[in-house]
């Protein structure tokens, strides 16, 4: 068990395991085949974030595991695994927090995390910024707010068609004590503005160019807008956010609902009552009739912010009643309530690009082949002795049998445990999982080929992805983009390029209702016949 330290003392990690529409190939029966236990590197992907959480001494940690080695191998406390029974493949990830089942278990401030993360940044990174800027000091009467995670999507290990996020940040004020070089605070700003790709397009599309509220310019007089990023859907929430998201019933996604609309509130005043913010971060109190003079300087100080007495802090807290309390004041004291409602910021860390290959750190997202595919070899060409947490300790498995007169490159290859590679086979560049048998002659460069696999002799495997228990015939040749099924077989001799062999994407309603009510018409015909 990794040694506690108070870095994290009271947060929870919530990792969202989805459906994994993206890999419809290899989902198509989540039942099966889930997402989160996709191999990314040999290893199951809901194993990244769960080590990441390990790492950054987050012990309660609520997702969907599975009996696998990989996952049965972290150190405790395991985590938990929660399935509301009202819980489906079109639920939000803003619903999902706003589940009863959800709310029960969440006690405190929070972290989400997506099951398909990679990220070497140590997680208590994250934890002490959102405690020294976004949080507060101990006994501020301000609210806490919000810290979120973007990665640029133009450097090395960029895919074609990778998705991105819209993102409109302002500078923060300069800080009185400058930042140790280890710190994230340069690469901090507030989010003001935050979509989707699509909702911009959407926007522009309409009304041939972008608003912008005067409301915003008023506020920030610098901002930043942001196309070629990717939000990584790792988000530190205060635990009001909770009371946030049940107030507002239509929201269903994190990023563009809840941070989105929050973002917005900070600089919008007239958002602040709509959304109900107003209750939510300023509760009105009332102090009951009381005779002792103790009981009343006792409420009155729950109001004071303790940050006004750093020399590094602002006060958040507006100016006090003009009317002081006095002995002869009446003993049944009316409410204090603010004049206006301060809305904490929403913090965002933006990952730098690394200006050399040799300073490459990971803060990625694997929710497509294509990107499971680079990121995989990616990992795979990492040594043994890399100071990265996600490299691996040995590229061999030692109960893999290899035949003489092969060739596999020592540097950028990994296979998993018991699989046989015969003579003369040829491995560059890839990944092999474990139970899988390479036939005689094959040739595999820039593929990741899943567990319990069979390659037929003398294939020749270009930039594909093979799914679980499926058999390649032999003599086929496999170009780039080539996916294959879970437990498909392919015959002797095919040859393809950006071809999905054995997937199957599903029909709509509209479709099977068609083929339903034409099924029904062939009946009736046949019945009127006879």
Known sequence: MPAKTPVSPEFQALILCGPGVSFNTFTSTPEDFPKALIPVANRPMIWYPLDWCHRANISTIEDALSRNPHL??????RAEVLAPSSLSQN???????RLPEVQSVITGHFLTLPCDLLCDLPG?????????????????????????????????????????????????????VPSSSESLRPDLSQVVYSSTTDTLNDITESRNSFPIRRGLLR????????????????????????DFINQNPRFDSISEDV????????????????????????????????????????????????SSLSTTHISNLLTPPSTPLSPSSPTNCTKFTKSKTTVPPFLSYLHRSPSSPSQQTILRRVDTTPLLLSLSLHLASLPT????????NQK??????????????PTDVLIGANTTVNQFANIKNSVVGSNCVIG???????????????????????????????????GCRLGEGCEVAPGYAVEDGVEGVGEVLGGFEGLDEDAISGEEEGMEEVVEEGENES
Not at 72 to 77: D, N
Not at 441 to 467: F, H, P, Q, S
């Open 72 to 77: 049965t191998s972290l150190p405790l406390p």
């Open 91 to 97: 639920t939000g990830t803003a619903e999902i927090l």
């Open 124 to 176: 208590e990174c994250f934890l002490e910024t959102w405690m020294i800027y976004a949080a507060g000091m101990v006994g501020s009467s301000a609210a806490p707010g919000g810290l979120g995670v973007w990665f640029p999507t133009k450097h090395e290990l960029a895919v074609k068609g990778e998705e991105t996020n819209f993102l409109i940040a302002a500078q923060l004020p300069h800080p009185t």
């Open 219 to 242: 506020k920030h007089g610098k901002i930043r807008m942001l196309t070629t990023t990717r939000d990584a859907h790792i988000y530190l929430f205060p635990y009001w956010i909770l």
């Open 259 to 306: 941070v989105g609309w929050w973002a917005k509130a900070t600089w919008q005043d007239g958002l602040v009552p709509k959304l109900g913010l107003n209750h939510i971060l300023n509760p009105s109190f009332q102090v009951k009739d009381t005779s002792e003079p103790d009981q009343i300087h006792n409420d009155i100080e729950t109001d004071i912010d303790i």
């Open 385 to 392: 002795d890399s100071l990265s947490p996600l490299a691996t």
């Open 396 to 409: 061999i498995h030692p109960t893999t049998t290899i035949a003489p007169r092969t060739s596999i490159s």
């Open 440 to 474: 005689q002659g094959v040739k595999l460069m820039r593929c990741v080929i899943m567990d319990d696999v069979e390659i037929g002799e003398k294939c020749v495997l270009t930039g594909c992805v093979v799914g679980w228990r499926s058999k390649v015939g032999k």
